[in-house]
């Protein structure tokens, strides 16, 4: 089992931080919001397509797939009462010559062995496509 520690603390009414090892995270916990700071669900957004890029990172050496980039944009659609997540999209765009089949078997695995993306499948709608850099 592994285990993580993330410590938070309010700054002031406009914001407030996450630490864990050393780093640092100004996180947007201001009422009226704030612009140089993700709010919680983007934060939750933002775990998903790190999940992903590092998910990328662990099986592509395994698969021995040839990747020149990623890029992944998500969407989220919440509701306000009681409040919640109903649907995650998100599309994962790979720069890269392998095979649509190849493409498609990097998909599972990031699907399959994905701990944020598992936790969030089984919480919300999470629907998603990956698909080749247009040139």
Not at 17 to 40: H, S, V, Y
Not at 46 to 71: H, N, W, Y
Not at 114 to 135: C, F, H, P, Q, S
């Amino acid at each position: 089992m592994l285990e993580y520690a993330v410590s938070a603390r309010r700054i002031d009414s406009s914001g407030s931080e996450a630490t864990t090892k050393e780093a640092r995270i100004i996180l947007d916990t201001c009422l009226a919001g704030r612009a140089d700071a993700f709010n919680p669900t983007e934060m939750l957004l933002a775990s998903l397509a790190a999940c992903i890029l590092k998910g990328t990172e662990r099986v592509i050496p395994m698969l021995q797939f040839d990747l020149r980039g990623i890029e992944v944009s998500l969407h989220g659609v919440r509701q306000d009462a009681p409040p919640k997540m109903l649907r995650i999209s998100y599309e994962i765009v790979v720069d890269t010559d392998e095979t649509d089949q190849r493409i498609d078997l990097l998909h599972r695995n990031l699907q399959k062995y994905g701990t944020i993306y598992n936790t969030l499948a089984e919480a919300t709608d999470l629907v998603g496509n990956i698909r080749r850099k247009e040139v």
